[in-house]
């Protein structure tokens, strides 16, 4: 399918046979909708008002009371202002404040985080060359050289019967208790 831009790039050119396909070219037989433009009834605009400028003379002069309470009136109204807009900068400083702390332990945190971090990779470190360094060969070699102790032959271990030892055990204090007991006399 062809429409009017397809033709468009070879429309200026000097080949007379692009010239011929262009105005041979029927837009009724494309499939492109028709551009459709509703009618529009013309619209007169709404006469614009002007504002009524106009200068009145001050002629009710206000009496002394009325000067004052005025002046008090106004002196309230700013005092209100003054107040609301102190109130609105403090709470904007508070929430800087705030925001400044928040930052300031948002870092600390971050730092604490990398340090714990670093302290447990040094652990594993710490933990992975002591599991090297001990081995039951090095331990029985520091006894042997370091502590001066020697290894148990076969015939110098004694095994002890445990119900025998509790019942020599029990027996002895009765034996001891009964020779430290003093006898009383009976007269």
């Not at 009524?52 to 002069?61: A, F, G, H, P, Y």
């Not at 009371?65 to 609105?88: D, G, H, P, T």
């Not at 081995?135 to 502590?147: M, P, R, S």
């Not at 271990?157 to 445990?162: E, F, K, P, S, T």
Request: hydrophobic content about 40%; proline content about 4%.
């Amino acid at each position: 399918m062809t429409n009017a831009r397809d033709f468009r790039r070879y429309s200026y050119g000097m080949d007379f046979e692009t010239q011929d396909a262009v105005s041979a070219f029927s837009q009724t037989r494309s499939s492109a909708a028709p551009a459709y433009a509703p009618e529009v009834t013309p619209v007169a605009p709404a006469p614009r008002r002007r504002r009524k400028l106009s200068v009145t003379t001050n002629e009710n002069l206000k009496s002394r009371s009325e000067l004052i309470a005025s002046e008090r009136f106004a002196r309230k109204q700013m005092l209100v202002i003054v107040s609301v807009i102190a109130a609105v900068a403090i709470m904007l400083f508070g929430m800087l404040f705030t925001y400044a702390v928040k930052n300031e332990y948002t870092r600390q945190i971050a730092s604490l985080k990398t340090e714990l971090s670093r302290e447990v990779n040094q652990n594993i470190c710490t933990n992975a060359e002591l599991e090297a360094l001990v081995t039951i060969d090095q331990i029985e070699d520091y006894a042997v050289n370091h502590l001066g102790m020697i290894k148990l032959e076969s015939d110098q271990v004694r095994y002890i019967d445990v119900e025998k030892y509790k019942a020599a055990r029990n027996e002895q204090p009765s034996d001891q208790a009964a020779a430290d007991t003093p006898v009383s006399d009976s007269n």
